[in-house]
Nanobody, 122 residues
Framework: QVQLVESGGRLVQAGGSLRLSCAASGRTFSSYAMGWFRQAPGKDREFVASINWRGSSTTYADSVKGRFTISRDSAANTVYLQMNSLKPEDTAVYFC???????????????WGQGTQVTVSS
């Protein structure tokens, strides 16, 4: 069992940066792949980025590639999402997730946080 708590979301101007954190409980954190997803009002939840259990491989959605960076600190049981050059279309609730599969689909992840709101103003 893994419990996830996101933090770091806030209002930011376009072009700015944010770093989201996802703190995980449970001694098995390091064995899970981790992902970030987001959901804007009226839209489906979409994949943002994922990282494998070792931290040696990452995958990004085309919409964030080159702007966002996912990383993990297993000693701190935390996964991060560094977001640069933010755009208004990045506005959404951001969720972190843990799963046994290093994937890009929400159904591949077993555990979810409650989400943190990111709002990018133009």
């Amino acid at each position: 069992q893994v419990q996830l708590v996101e933090s770091g979301g806030r209002l930011v101007q376009a072009g700015g940066s944010l770093r989201l954190s996802c703190a995980a409980s449970g001694r098995t954190f390091s064995s899970y792949a981790m992902g970030w997803f987001r959901q804007a009002p009226g839209k489906d939840r979409e994949f943002v980025a994922s990282i494998n259990w070792r931290g040696s491989s990452t995958t990004y959605a085309d919409s964030v590639k080159g702007r966002f960076t996912i990383s993990r600190d297993s000693a701190a049981n935390t996964v991060y999402l560094q977001m640069n050059s933010l755009k208004p279309e990045d506005t959404a609730v951001y969720f972190c997730a843990a799963g046994n599969v290093y994937g890009t689909h929400a159904y591949e992840y077993n555990y979810w946080g409650q989400g943190t709101q990111v709002t990018v103003s133009s």
